[in-house]
């Protein structure tokens, strides 16, 4: 068994009239959404890029360019099944998955729970294999200042032989 480990990171500015949608969830409430190609989920694509990244298969703008229209308002939870399904293409399997998402506001820890749900159940892992935090960036930066937020991801996976 071999073991491959990616990182992946993304941002994007806060945009009104969007839904904020992080790890297939949509935040109640949220004043701003995130602008975007596709529904712009920080958090998802943080993931595909560090899946991506493990397998040696490339990024998120290589599969899914936001010069291709049929990616317009793309739900990313469908686009990580389809990294989920690139990855077992090349004999590589998700063993394990941790993120932190970077915001001053809002508030996104009673969402953590849903959150790991939904992405284990596309990557295939229990919701204890998909960890996912929250912090802020104490003021400082875009993030501080409230114009968008980021995120950090890194992903495990095994190959037989």
């Known amino acids: 068994m071999s073991s491959r480990s ?4 993304d941002s994007h500015r806060f945009a009104e009239g ?18 975007g190609h596709s529904d712009a989920d920080v958090l998802t694509h943080a993931l595909i890029d560090a899946l991506l990244g493990a397998a040696g298969l490339g990024d998120i703008g290589q599969h899914f360019p936001d010069t291709d229209e049929r990616y ?3 739900d990313s939870l469908a686009l990580l099944g389809e990294v989920c399904g690139f990855l077992s293409e090349h ?3 998700v063993v ?14 009673p969402h953590r729970d849903e959150m ?35 995120a950090l991801a890194i992903a495990t996976v095994d190959r037989d032989g």
Not at 6 to 9: L, R, T
Not at 18 to 35: D, F
Not at 96 to 109: G, N, R, S, Y
Not at 117 to 142: H, R
């Open 6 to 9: 990616g990182i992946g990171y």
């Open 18 to 35: 969007r839904p904020l949608i992080l790890g297939g969830v949509e935040i109640p409430n949220a004043e701003r959404g995130l602008t």
């Open 72 to 74: 317009r308002d793309a």
């Open 91 to 93: 004999g590589w399997a």
């Open 96 to 109: 394990h998955l941790d993120a932190t998402v970077i915001c001053d506001a809002p508030k996104l820890a």
């Open 116 to 150: 790991r749900s939904k992405l284990a159940a596309v990557v295939g892992l229990q919701p204890l294999e998909v960890n996912v935090k929250f912090t802020t960036n104490e003021g400082l930066g875009f993030i501080g200042r409230e114009e968008g937020m980021a």
